[in-house]
């Protein structure tokens, strides 16, 4: 029964009347991107495309509080909105378009729409759960087709600009860090070391952790001039700690808890990065850092590293039915590309 209101508050809420708009005459652009750090990261490169191609549109962008600290400092955003019911009030009737590029469904997402009242409303393929489909709603009669796998996000997160018709730019990604933020994140490394940072957990992903301590043992007799720094926050503290003390990476250190501008910060001031598929990967991108990267075979086209100075490594990943899978890789062939990396640095 509840499901059957719900849905039909969203077919009241999702079809106003809706005319047609020419994004070309827009003068003003709000945009929410996917939820993730490395989504917004990614999705940086198509904010900046769109203002050197439109430099007289203003660049609104809403996000949750975790991911906004992406847009931070971000000389081609004109304003930063936190993704509330009381900032969509005030942007009410200022944005000619928002480009939504959440991937649910429901009938918060309506109320929003109807709140800022834009003048066109962009968006991918969408889920809901409240047997209804995009085609029954008039704010997504023109939403983006769903990619059939083989597209970089790089490109996905571009085609939401499609009408634009923007002009293809360099291809990178656009973070930002305060030089005080920076200077503390130096100042944590040990001097005259190489800096190193190793991320092995993921939100929903594990290297496997008898074969790093291996693995980093093993370079460390080599390379001892390594500092060896492992990031975490509130969810991977006891991880971490026990993979430190209790499993004995020689002469490796926990980072200080970091917090999202101050993760930023680490990965900007490191040398390289050993990491599993996650944010830290796209950071890592975004400064153009020597890189090692642990990605699953199926993820690899669409979420690999861009720039030129990284080595990605095949997993298999293996289900352990908790919401998160473990990544088992080749040591051999890890430890010779990140020793041949370090020679790099």
Known sequence: MLNGVIKRVMLMLGNPRVEDF?????????????SGIGDSIVMSSAIRELKKNRPDIKIYVTQRS??????KNNPYIDKLYPYTFYHFLKLRNKADVYI???DHMNAGNFLFYRVLNPKKVITGPRYSKYDVKMDDFSYYKDYKPADNGNKHV????LDYFSEFNLKSGERKYDLYVSEKDLQ???AFWKKDKKRVLLNIFGSTKILDIPTVISLINNI??????????????????ERSLTLCGENGISNARLSYKTTVK????????????ISVDTGIVHIGSAFDKHMIAFYEK????????????????LCKANDMGNGSAHYAFDAEQAEAVIRNRLCKI
Do not use: C
Request: glycine share 2%; hydrophobic share 45%; aromatic share 10%.
């Open 262 to 273: 101050e993760l930023f910060a680490l990965v900007k001031s490191s040398e390289m990065i």
């Open 66 to 71: 975790r991911s906004r600290d992406v847009y």
């Open 298 to 313: 199926n993820i690899f086209a669409a979420w690999a590293p861009i720039g030129k100075n990284h080595d990605v490594i």
């Open 154 to 157: 790089y490109d996905i997160m």
């Open 184 to 186: 503390t994140a130096l």
């Open 22 to 34: 020419d994004v070309k005459n827009a003068k003003s652009v709000l945009i929410r991107s996917w």
């Open 100 to 102: 939504d590029a959440r």
């Open 220 to 237: 460390q007799r080599d390379f001892n001039n390594l500092d060896i720094v492992i990031p975490f926050d509130g969810k991977t503290k």
